[in-house]
T-cell receptor, first 113, second 116 residues
Framework: QKEVEQDPGPLSVPEGAIVSLNCTYS??????FMWYRQYSRKGPELLMYTYSSGNKEDGRFTAQVDKSSKYISLFIRDSQPSDSATYLC?????????????FGKGTKLSVIP | DGGITQSPKYLFRKEGQNVTLSCEQNLNHDAMYWYRQDPGQGLRLIYY???????QKGDIAEGYSVSREKKESFPLTVTSAQKNPTAFYLC???????????????FGPGTRLTVT
């Protein structure tokens, strides 16, 4: 079983839809969770960074962490064509030497005007 | 503007040649990282550095080398020993190595290396 599983998509939605992107993980030591957005042929851009369980909201984006289920989600409200990108989840634990991020493979999202 | 720059954006080399990818940051970050991204795969860590003149191997360091002579610079050399060097290479930096909230990693625009 891979440490982080992420459905690669592609996921196509109409403009204005609510998008749900998800990752599951197997390592219960993961404590910090991130979502990155990556446009084609560009570097990833940090969108959300959360610690442990709970929700975090930033504009149209909401990150949700359920540690009991080892499941994280990113919701995008009122999706726009400019949201079309690949979304990567990443996570790490909090122990000594816990610099290393474990990434999902990314979900490719297309928002159709 | 503060940020991370990588050059060149595209790089082509013949098999058997070493090639060096540049990464510079003006964010005053202590930690820097090199990742490799292949189609359909997550990012994989090649090397990281916490401070000047110190660096550590990541998961896939074989066939790569780095140096950290200046805080703002962390060049990556892809050697002829790297069996499958064609990939998208990403440099990142963070304020500290972690584990705190000051360890968010910020990425550069990437270099796409093609070796034929």
């Amino acid at each position: 079983q891979k440490e982080v599983e992420q459905d690669p998509g592609p996921l196509s939605v109409p403009e204005g839809a609510i998008v749900s992107l998800n990752c599951t993980y197997s390592n219960s030591a993961f404590q910090y969770f991130m979502w990155y957005r990556q446009y084609s042929r560009k570097g990833p851009e940090l969108l959300m960074y959360t610690y442990s369980s709970g929700n975090k909201e930033d504009g149209r984006f909401t990150a949700q962490v359920d540690k009991s289920s080892k499941y994280i989600s990113l919701f995008i409200r009122d999706s726009q064509p400019s949201d079309s990108a690949t979304y990567l989840c990443a996570m790490r634990n909090s122990g000594a030497g816990s610099y290393q991020l474990t990434f999902g493979k990314g979900t490719k999202l297309s928002v159709i005007p | 503007d503060g940020g991370i720059t990588q050059s060149p954006k595209y790089l082509f080399r013949k098999e058997g040649q070493n090639v060096t990818l540049s990464c510079e940051q003006n964010l005053n970050h202590d930690a820097m990282y090199w990742y490799r991204q292949d189609p359909g795969q997550g990012l994989r860590l090649i090397y990281y550095s916490q401070i000047v003149n110190d660096f550590q191997k990541g998961d896939i360091a074989e066939g790569y080398s780095v140096s950290r002579e200046k805080k703002e610079s962390f060049p990556l050399t892809v050697t002829s020993a790297q069996k499958n060097p064609t990939a998208f290479y990403l440099c990142a930096s963070s304020i500290t190595l972690g584990p705190t909230f000051r360890d968010e990693q910020y990425f550069g625009p990437g270099t796409r290396l093609t070796v034929t």
